[in-house]
């Protein structure tokens, strides 16, 4: 995908390449607020079944609240691509992180205090999940 726009998002920069597709950080041109889009490769949005598939459990996903979970508010399609809207995750510095990307910069400087509340924060979310009965969904690493 080579443009400045998709939808009513403004595309800032890429910000990684995941298992279903390319990552964008963009800007929505209304609300100017930014979010994360996860845009899907042509071969699978051109697969019905997998986006009749994709469609349901994103509706699931965006049903939930919890604060350590990052919020799906959607899944789109414009000028011929599906992509999915989610928070942007953000730390002190104003860049986009994860946890893999936060470990990797923190490695060596984590106490044991702050180890417990990163596996509590994973805990609850995966707590959550399961009491919504969302523990049969894979999770990677990458999902944290």
């Known amino acids: 995908m080579d ?7 403004a595309i800032i920069k890429q910000i990684g390449q995941g298992t279903l597709g390319s990552v964008y950080l963009a800007e929505h041109r209304f609300v100017k607020k930014q ?19 994709f469609e349901r459990e994103v509706g699931t996903l965006a049903t939930l609240d919890h604060s350590h979970i990052v919020k799906v508010h959607n899944v789109s399609f414009a000028e011929g691509y599906y992509f999915l809207v989610t928070n942007c995750i953000v730390d002190c510095f104003g860049e ?13 400087s984590l106490n044991e205090n702050e180890i417990l509340e ?12 399961h009491q919504k009965q969302l523990s049969g969904t894979p999770l990677a690493h990458r999902g944290i």
């Open 118 to 129: 990163l596996l509590s924060q994973v805990a609850s979310a995966l707590h959550y999940a």
């Open 35 to 53: 979010f994360v889009l996860k845009v899907l490769p042509e071969e699978l949005a051109n697969d019905r079944n997998f986006i009749q598939r």
């Open 96 to 108: 986009t992180t994860n946890l893999t990307q936060y470990l990797g910069v923190n490695k060596q």
């Open 3 to 9: 443009k400045n726009t998709l939808g009513d998002y």
